[in-house]
């Protein structure tokens, strides 16, 4: 994993951040949802944390980023994230990147790549991260923290709820 600097100097290091989009994950799976967690840190401090909602509220667009993105604008209060960092337990989907975009976002750290969860589902939209920067984002993207954990909580999703 390329070391990225956290957006303010603190005690908190990619791993204890992303333990907590982790332990969300965790939160989902348990709830029957895809094991996918996120966090939001700003100034050195967890804003939120939140995992996917997609099957509890029958909706498409409620991934643990969606979720953590809207909750933090609503605690911050306020549209834009600048200065904030996002932790995703698998590398996030072109609509939660485009979110991070819109919603000002400096950097995003993730564990497992998409293409594990591909794997699971077969059906997850992959980005070209050359593409970023084409499209005009300034965001950060760096993969692989805690990238075992976060395969371990999808190969057991799978398991559990036979989709391997």
Not at 28 to 55: K, Q
Not at 139 to 157: F, K, N, Y
């Amino acid at each position: 994993m390329t070391d990225v600097p956290l957006t303010q100097p603190s005690m908190l290091t990619h791993e204890d951040c992303m333990r907590a989009a982790l332990e969300a994950a965790r939160r989902g799976l348990l709830a029957g949802e895809p094991p996918v967690g996120a966090c939001i840190v700003r100034d050195g401090e967890i804003v939120v944390t939140a995992n996917n909602g997609v099957i509890g509220e029958l909706d498409a667009t409620a991934h643990a980023e969606i979720l953590a993105i809207r909750e933090a604008c609503r605690q911050l209060r306020s549209l834009s994230l600048t200065g904030c960092t996002l932790y995703a337990t698998v590398e996030p989907c072109p609509m939660c990147l485009s979110a991070c975009h819109y919603a000002g976002i400096d950097a995003v750290v993730f564990g497992a790549a998409l293409d594990d969860m591909q794997g699971v589902t077969g059906g997850e939209l992959g980005i070209h991260h050359d593409t970023l920067a084409q499209g005009g984002m300034t965001l950060t993207v760096t993969g692989a923290c805690l990238a075992d954990e976060s395969r371990t909580l999808i190969a057991e999703w799978a398991t559990r709820f036979n989709r391997c």
